[in-house]
């Protein structure tokens, strides 16, 4: 089975900074790779599928690159609503998550 | 509006089983898959398994073969859930999900609310 591994596990950062998770794949996936966000006590929330491509109504600070096994989601200016988790999932054949990165303002 | 409505909050005792549904409207159930994520309290999301209702094809993780059932009843656009003996680890809330696109794979942009599953003695 393919193993997503996200990093870091969680991270504080300052209103305005631009934030990068990193999600990387035990084998190729090719742009099967999706971001999702999840407010505390809130569903899952789709940002971006196909690696790189924004779901509908997403804000533009948020962005994701990458394809094979190394990808990476940014906030390019990270803002108070983004206080969340945000998951990296696959979705070729299998659909595994990633475990997680807690992001929190500093 | 596409929906995915899930059934309520459940508390149970070890050892009983359990069926939890995930209703889907707004769009044609049979064309599109429905997965199913378990979240345990303070952990992360983990994909458990996925069913087509069109032909109830079904796959599930490794680390839920053998332990859940899922299934589906396409006459009610109902997808299911299932437990024959829980255990207090299975405590947790469980979301449905439906794929961007019918008949692949895709990234979830439909999810249900959630169903809390609490399992104590």
């Known amino acids: 089975d393919i193993q997503m591994t996200q990093s870091p596990s969680s991270l504080s950062a300052s209103v305005g900074d631009r934030v990068t998770i990193t999600c990387r794949a035990s084998?190729?996936?090719?742009?099967?790779l999706a971001w999702y966000q999840q407010k505390p006590g809130k569903v899952p929330k789709l940002l971006i599928y196909?690696?790189?491509t924004l779901q509908s109504g997403v804000p533009s600070r948020f962005s994701g690159s990458g394809s094979g096994t190394d990808f990476n989601l940014t906030i390019s200016s990270l803002q108070p609503e983004d206080v969340a988790g945000y998951y990296c999932?696959?979705?070729?054949?299998?659909?595994?998550f990633g475990g997680g990165t807690k992001v929190e303002i500093k | 509006e596409v929906k995915l409505v899930q059934s309520g909050a459940e508390v149970k005792k070890p050892g009983e089983s359990l069926r939890i549904s995930c209703k889907g409207s707004?769009?044609?159930?049979?064309?599109?898959?429905i997965g199913w994520v378990r979240q345990m309290p303070g952990k992360g999301l983990e994909w458990m398994g996925i069913?087509?209702?069109?032909?109830?094809?079904?796959r599930y993780s490794p680390s839920f073969q053998g332990q859940v059932a899922i299934s589906a009843d396409k006459s009610i656009s109902t997808a299911y859930l299932q437990w024959s003996s829980l255990k207090a680890s299975d405590t947790a809330m469980y979301y449905c999900?439906?794929?961007?696109?019918?008949?692949?794979?895709?990234?979830?942009?439909?999810w249900g609310p959630g169903t809390m599953v609490t399992v104590s003695s």
């Open positions: 999900a439906r794929p961007r696109r019918g008949h692949d794979f895709d990234a979830f942009d439909i």
């Open positions: 707004g769009y044609t159930f049979t064309s599109y898959w």
């Open positions: 084998q190729g996936i090719s742009n099967y």
């Open positions: 999932q696959k979705y070729d054949r299998a659909l595994t």
């Open positions: 196909a690696a790189s």
């Open positions: 069913i087509y209702p069109g032909d109830s094809n079904i």
